[in-house]
């Protein structure tokens, strides 16, 4: 079946550091989506992709779908301690249904 | 309401028991989807419901494990015979469907099997 790859698993930086995770898939998505989950709650969208090659940004944050379709990473640029938390990246094949493949997320640790 | 909401928020139960969670999705979204959390672990999709059609069960993990939406709106997951393994966060999600993809999730229900 499907899966999604994703790292790193977990980060741990100082506030104002800009940061980087991916997703890479076996399998071609039309869509790409990337959650932040906080603790206790349950994910909100950040932002979603739809073609492959597209740059999407929402204010620090910029995600991109790869030309492959099978891979897409987000950026958090000069981050805040409210940027912890975990981050989901997840994939819908979009034909037919909507079913989502999440990744396993990486948790993100902001040191004030 | 403005959300998707679930009940209930917690839920702790004796192993063999059967349980039951909630989900009322958001007014109007046709689509909603039961996904599996796991301590630590991503989301597991478990149901995917799409307006009158069958529902997507391929993600349900044992024949224990069903899902019912009535009348389009609110959807109830079963748990026949709970094992401890199925302690998780139980998530629902709802979407426009066909009109649009983006999953608006509850707060999730956490399920503890003693």
């Known amino acids: 079946g499907q899966q999604l790859n994703q790292s790193p698993q977990s980060m741990f930086i100082q506030e104002g550091e800009d940061v980087s995770m991916n997703c890479t898939s076996s399998?071609?998505?039309?869509?790409w989506l990337w959650y932040k989950q906080d603790p206790g709650e349950g994910p909100v969208l950040l932002i979603a992709?739809?073609?492959?090659?597209e740059l999407t940004s929402n204010g620090r944050l910029t995600a991109q779908f790869g030309i492959t379709r099978k891979d897409s990473f987000l950026n958090i640029s000069a981050s805040i301690p409210s940027d912890v938390g975990i981050y989901f990246c997840?994939?819908?094949?979009?034909?037919?249904?909507?079913?989502?493949?999440f990744g396993a997320g990486t948790r993100l640790f902001v040191k004030a | 309401g403005a959300g998707v909401s679930q009940s209930p928020s917690n839920k702790v139960t004796e192993k063999g028991k059967d349980v039951e969670l909630r989900c009322d999705p958001i007014?109007?979204?046709?689509?909603l989807y039961w996904y599996r959390q796991s301590l630590g672990q991503g989301l597991e999709f478990l149901i995917y419901?799409?307006?009158?059609?069958?529902?997507?069960k391929s993600g349900l993990p044992s024949d224990r494990f069903s899902a019912e939406r009535t009348g389009g709106s609110v959807s109830t997951l079963t748990i026949q015979r709970t094992q401890q393994e199925d302690s998780a966060v139980y998530l629902c999600?709802?979407?426009?469907?066909?009109?649009?993809?983006?999953?608006?999730f509850g707060p999730g229900t956490r399920l503890l099997v003693l």
């Open positions: 999600a709802s979407s426009l469907g066909r009109l649009g993809k983006t999953q608006y």
């Open positions: 399998s071609i998505f039309n869509t």
């Open positions: 992709l739809y073609k492959a090659g």
């Open positions: 997840a994939g819908q094949l979009g034909t037919g249904g909507f079913k989502t493949i």
């Open positions: 007014s109007g979204h046709t689509a």
């Open positions: 419901f799409q307006g009158n059609s069958a529902p997507d």
